[in-house]
């Protein structure tokens, strides 16, 4: 019989429903314990998925009746969650960023890699069937010697002024995801060199973000990454990569939610509009990086990004943020 994983979720709002969905897909987890201080959310997602409620997440890791955690909180509390799963001996997937903080990581780091139990990240990009497939073929050596990568990503539209105003920036809220897309192909990066744009939203302009950048990031064999990425995107959320090789070229291109296309007087090729945003693109995403998790609590060999993944994509954050604002590359060390 298939071994029945109990998990405990922290946080349920956006994302942490997203993984109340998954768990619920899977047929080796069940959802056990629900934490939130807001307890009509938490109560909400019980409704839907099961699980007890509590709104302290302490309860969650006290109650003995937890195997896995996923830690779907608010970003200022992460550091504070990981360490209390890391005492609890409990394994826990932790939603990207792991602070918006450097050093408060770095302060971590040492228990995080001592931790007898798993303790991953949640960049479940790299879970995404297409963008997986494109790593499985250039590892194969399908197309040589990677020599550059291409990353684009847009949002459909732009975050509430609310949320831009705690987000530590897009650097660390939206590129991150890139940036760790690029380790994923090329873990080793040596030098960032990144611009910001203000060409629509006063609201992002008038918190002291932008609401487009750029990205040139150099690896270790200079190889060239280049990062597009905009908060909005008038035809939906626009995902692709292409990765460049001495023998050849993979791309990944966007999803429409139907391959249906129309042919008329005014246009050819007509396909409905992309998949509308991260929980209909990354569905598949979101439930593959639960599944390799747990392949890593059951102790078998597993592939989630790890503590000093979370780390080295915010010291690239870090370093995209200042170098926007004083126009010069900046050197990275992430190791
Ligand atoms: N991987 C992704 O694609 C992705 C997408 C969205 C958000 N995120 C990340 O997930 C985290 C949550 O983002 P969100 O958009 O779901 O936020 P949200 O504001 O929609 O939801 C956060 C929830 O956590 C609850 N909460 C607050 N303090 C808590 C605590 N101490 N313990 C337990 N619950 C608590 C809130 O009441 C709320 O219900 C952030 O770190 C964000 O960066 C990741």
Not at 41 to 69: H, L, N, Q, R
Not at 86 to 91: E, K, L, N, Y
Not at 158 to 178: K, L, N, Q, W
Not at 243 to 266: C, D
Request: aromatic share 8%; net charge negative.
């Amino acid at each position: 019989m298939t071994q029945k994983f109990r998990m405990g979720l922290i946080g349920t709002g956006r994302i942490g429903r997203v993984h109340a969905m998954s768990i619920n897909a899977l047929d080796n987890a069940t959802l056990e314990w629900i934490a939130d201080p807001f307890i009509a959310g938490a109560e909400a997602t019980a409704a839907e998925f099961g699980g007890k409620v509590t709104t302290d997440p302490a309860e969650v890791f006290a109650s003995g009746e937890v195997d896995a955690v996923i830690i779907a909180s608010p970003t200022p509390t992460h550091v504070a969650l990981i360490e209390a799963a890391i005492d609890a001996g409990i394994p826990a997937l932790c939603e990207k960023p792991i602070d918006l903080d450097i050093a408060r990581v770095d302060a971590l780091r040492a228990k995080a890699a001592a931790s007898p139990v798993p303790i991953v990240l949640g960049f479940n990009r790299r879970f995404d069937p297409h963008f997986d497939e494109v790593k499985r073929r250039v590892d194969s050596g399908e197309i040589g010697s990677i020599e550059q990568l291409a990353i684009t990503s847009r949002d459909p539209a732009e975050p509430p002024a609310a949320y831009v105003a705690v987000s530590g920036g897009i650097f660390r809220d939206m590129t991150i995801h890139d940036f760790d897309i690029a380790r994923f192909f090329i873990p080793e990066i040596v030098e960032v060199t990144a611009r910001g744009t203000n060409t629509f939203s006063r609201d992002i302009e008038a918190a002291g973000d932008y609401d487009g950048v750029a990205v040139i990031l150099r690896g270790s064999k200079g190889e060239t990454i280049t990062i597009l990425n905009s908060r909005h995107s008038s035809f939906g959320y626009d995902q692709r990569i292409e990765v460049f090789g001495s023998k050849g070229m993979l791309q990944a291109g966007n999803i429409a939610p139907t391959s249906v296309r129309s042919f008329n007087a005014e246009s050819v090729e007509g396909l409905a509009p992309y998949q509308n945003f991260f929980l209909e693109r990354y569905a598949d995403a979101y439930r593959l990086e639960i599944a390799e998790f747990l392949r890593g609590v059951a102790g078998e060999p597993f592939r989630s990004p790890s503590f000093d993944d979370g780390r080295a994509a915010l010291i690239l954050a870090d370093a995209a943020t200042e170098s926007a604002k004083s126009g010069a590359t900046v050197a990275v060390e992430l190791a």
